[in-house]
Structures are given as C-alpha cells and as structure tokens.
C-alpha cells in the first residue's frame, strides 16, 4: 500500500526544490506544493511516533493501521524496529554519538527530558548524490601528524598531550579529544582565527571544509574536530555504518538513512542544541583507522536475485536493499521480509503485484509499505528505464 512520508523542515535542510526530499516527493505526487524559501531536510518513513507516515487514501497513521492486526501486518512484532529517512543536507548537522543499548537504558532513566528513547541507534548512510561526512577517529598517527603540524593546535592542546597519542594511543587521542572539548571560548576563537588565517587561499579538501563549517557555525568547537575525525566523500551508491560510539557528522549531500527506531543523540558540537560534553567523552571509542576502512560494502542477496545487493549491518533492526533492474529485464522478483518492509522509489517505473495486494504502478517518488501478508515474494513487471529503489526491513538475513 501506498504512504505518505513525514517532511520535516529543520534548519540544515536544502532549501526549496534543490532539496532531494522535494524533487521526490515531487515525481511521487503532481499536486505537492513545494515553498522555495523553505529547508526541507529529513523525509521519515516509518511508524516513530515524532513523525509518522501516513496511508494514501484514508489519511490513516501507519502505526495505528498497523497495531490493528499486528501478526498480519508485521509478523507479531509490536512496532517497526527501524525507521527509513531520505536526508537533503545544506549545512552541516551535529557532531554526534549514539550510546549502544545498556548506555541509551541509564541516560534515558536518568535523565528523561533529554534523552528521550532508552533505545540504541545504530544506523546506517547511502549517498544518493555525493555526500560528505565525518567518521570515526582517523589513525592515531595521521591526528598526531596534523596537530603536531599546526602550531595553533598544539597552543591550545599543548605538545606534551599530543606527544601521548604517539605513547600512549588510545588514553593520548582521550587526553587531547579531552582537552579540545573543554578548552574555553577564548582560547578556541584564538586557536580557530590562527587556522582561518592559515587556511585563507588553501584549496586542500580540509581547508575547505573547514572554511565552510565556520561560515556555518562560527568558533565552533566542532570545526576543530576535523582534525580528528576521517572526512569521507561518498559517491553516489556508497555507504557508511555508524555503529555505538562512533563519533560523526554528516556535511552536505543527499543520503538515505536507515536507522534503529530512535532518536537518541549525544552531541559535541556545530549545533546550538546543548552539548553533553561529559557523558561524550566516556562513550567514544578512541581507536582510529583510515577513512577506506569506514565505506561499507553491500552483498548481492543470491543467485536468483542478482539485482538486489543488501546493506547488512551487524544489528537485527534493520538491513537496506538496493534494488537496480535494467531496462532490458522485463520483469523480476523482489523479497518481503516476514516482518514487513517498506520501499521508496528513486528511480525509472514498473508494476508491483504479490499476494493479497492490488496490482500496483511504481514510479519515482513512491512509497510503498508492504505488510507481511503480502508474502515473501512480489513480482515486478513492466519495467520501463532502469528501475531503482531502496527497500528497509528487519536484517533477517
Ligand atoms: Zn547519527
């Protein structure tokens, strides 16, 4: 069946029709209004209560249809375990974390107004054009190597510290990433106009980067962490896992997102949101490995399904499936999970029919959920261009 994704409009979003969310949502439906002075940043696709889809048609919200016949719906699971985003990027988000399970359970219990969720939130980024982001701690010595070679860095962590990334690892890079987070306001906007100067007329990727990031959130602690985190741009296709505790943030671009139903983020910087710089520093995971190491590599689900590569990450929750049949395949069978699934299209047309269902028109822009009822097989036909979709399910696999 058919649904109607939850637009939401915060500040960082592309404005307007350059944002992917309205260029689908455009393709899907003639009669979508788009406002040009207006971000439009996230498109949610799933049963999370801060913002539900809705049945095409009835109006209804996806998680009362689906508490209404659970075992039919989505195999006898209470709720969706994942939730599945389209992201359109302008300005860089957060530096964030996510706390693995035990963490999410004690921040929650004990502090309810700002974690709202006692679940983890692992999740995972699929560029759909190219995409910029922040990722992991680079190896030690590549951080040890970029502090060491900006004197104002090394005013403001102080040599000794640095010098202890290279004795000490782990406990050095903590010492340092430490000492940034908690450096005062003066002491940043000094170390921050030193690297401005420095970086006027450079045109290397972390030049840029950076330059970009303080016309955004200027003398923000963050920018600083680009000394420490791997900056990765992703082609269109190519993916990051983001599992517990590893620091990152997304620059610019267009992605899909896909998620363990949450909404649990500790963050470290380029937001005016509050920062839990304590809780921060005791969650990271200090290791550091190449920028390469992070891309996330898809499998082809079989041999009978040799257009259906699976992104599979090591958590139940949720897999993602690209699907991209050519034009000269007339028709071909995609999977259901047992659990239910839900499918947006990005690209080229065909007809859907399974079991229990309606035969069924897809084309750019559509969303569609597929309850559990509707068998592990549907049949797509028709097929007109080169037909691409994303498919978010339970990773059964
Ligand atoms: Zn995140």
């Given at each position: 069946?058919?649904?109607?994704?939850?637009?939401?409009?915060?500040?960082?979003?592309k404005?307007?029709?350059?944002s992917?969310?309205?260029?689908?949502?455009?393709?899907?439906d003639?009669?979508?209004?788009v406002d040009?002075?207006?971000?439009?940043s996230?498109?949610?696709?799933?049963?999370?209560?801060?913002?539900?889809?809705?049945?095409?048609?009835?109006?209804?919200?996806?998680?009362?249809?689906?508490?209404?016949?659970?075992?039919n719906?989505?195999?006898?699971?209470?709720?969706?375990?994942?939730?599945?985003?389209?992201?359109?990027?302008r300005?860089?988000?957060?530096?964030?974390?996510?706390?693995?399970?035990?963490e999410?359970?004690?921040?929650?219990?004990?502090y309810?107004?700002?974690?709202?969720?006692?679940?983890h939130?692992?999740e995972i980024?699929?560029a759909?054009?190219?995409f910029?982001?922040?990722?992991?701690?680079?190896?030690?010595?590549?951080?040890?190597?970029?502090?060491?070679?900006?004197?104002?860095l090394?005013e403001?962590?102080?040599?000794?510290?640095?010098?202890?990334?290279?004795?000490?690892?782990?406990?050095?890079?903590k010492?340092?990433?430490?000492?940034?987070?908690?450096?005062?306001?003066?002491?940043?906007r000094?170390?921050?106009?030193?690297?401005?100067?420095?970086?006027?007329?450079?045109?290397?990727?972390?030049?840029?980067?950076?330059?970009?990031?303080?016309?955004?959130?200027?003398?923000?602690?963050?920018?600083?962490?680009?000394?420490f985190?791997n900056?990765?741009e992703?082609?269109?296709?190519?993916?990051?896992?983001?599992?517990?505790?590893?620091?990152?943030?997304?620059?610019?671009?267009?992605?899909?997102?896909?998620?363990?139903?949450?909404d649990?983020?500790?963050?470290?910087g380029?937001?005016?949101?509050?920062?839990?710089?304590?809780?921060?520093?005791?969650?990271?995971?200090?290791?550091?490995s190449?920028?390469?190491?992070?891309?996330?590599?898809?499998?082809?689900?079989?041999?009978?399904?040799?257009?259906?590569?699976?992104?599979?990450?090591?958590?139940?929750?949720?897999?993602?499936?690209?699907?991209?049949?050519?034009?000269?395949?007339?028709s071909?069978?995609?999977?259901?999970?047992?659990?239910?699934?839900i499918?947006?299209?990005?690209?080229?047309?065909?007809?859907?029919?399974?079991?229990?269902?309606?035969?069924f028109?897809?084309?750019?822009?559509?969303?569609?959920?597929?309850?559990?009822?509707?068998?592990?097989?549907?049949?797509?036909?028709?097929?007109?261009?080169?037909f691409?979709?994303?498919?978010?399910?339970?990773?059964?696999?």
């Amino acid at each position: 069946m058919e649904i109607i994704g939850d637009i939401k409009n915060y500040d960082w979003g592309k404005l307007g029709s350059e944002s992917e969310v309205v260029k689908l949502m455009q393709s899907g439906d003639e009669t979508f209004i788009v406002d040009e002075a207006k971000p439009y940043s996230e498109l949610w696709m799933g049963d999370h209560v801060s913002g539900q889809s809705k049945i095409k048609g009835t109006g209804e919200m996806l998680g009362e249809f689906i508490q209404r016949d659970c075992d039919n719906i989505i195999g006898g699971q209470s709720k969706l375990p994942f939730l599945f985003k389209v992201l359109s990027i302008r300005k860089a988000l957060s530096i964030q974390v996510h706390p693995n399970k035990t963490e999410a359970e004690l921040l929650h219990a004990k502090y309810p107004d700002i974690y709202k969720d006692a679940n983890h939130k692992p999740e995972i980024a699929i560029a759909l054009t190219p995409f910029l982001a922040l990722c992991g701690f680079r190896p030690h010595s590549e951080i040890y190597n970029l502090l060491k070679f900006h004197t104002e860095l090394c005013e403001l962590l102080d040599v000794d510290n640095i010098e202890l990334i290279n004795t000490n690892g782990t406990e050095g890079l903590k010492t340092c990433y430490t000492k940034l987070m908690k450096s005062n306001d003066e002491n940043i906007r000094k170390c921050i106009n030193g690297l401005m100067i420095k970086f006027e007329n450079d045109d290397s990727k972390l030049a840029v980067v950076f330059r970009q990031i303080q016309k955004d959130f200027p003398y923000d602690v963050g920018s600083l962490s680009l000394f420490f985190l791997n900056l990765i741009e992703l082609h269109p296709g190519e993916s990051i896992f983001l599992a517990a505790k590893v620091p990152h943030a997304y620059l610019s671009g267009d992605c899909i997102e896909c998620m363990s139903c949450s909404d649990n983020v500790v963050r470290a910087g380029l937001t005016p949101k509050f920062k839990d710089v304590e809780n921060l520093l005791g969650m990271l995971i200090y290791d550091g490995s190449p920028a390469k190491e992070k891309l996330f590599q898809p499998e082809i689900l079989d041999r009978n399904h040799k257009f259906t590569w699976i992104f599979k990450p090591p958590v139940k929750d949720f897999a993602v499936a690209k699907i991209h049949v050519p034009s000269i395949i007339n028709s071909y069978e995609i999977i259901n999970s047992k659990f239910g699934s839900i499918i947006l299209v990005v690209s080229g047309e065909a007809e859907m029919c399974g079991t229990e269902m309606e035969s069924f028109m897809l084309k750019r822009g559509k969303i569609i959920f597929l309850p559990s009822k509707v068998g592990p097989v549907i049949k797509l036909s028709n097929i007109n261009h080169d037909f691409i979709c994303y498919q978010a399910m339970y990773n059964d696999f």
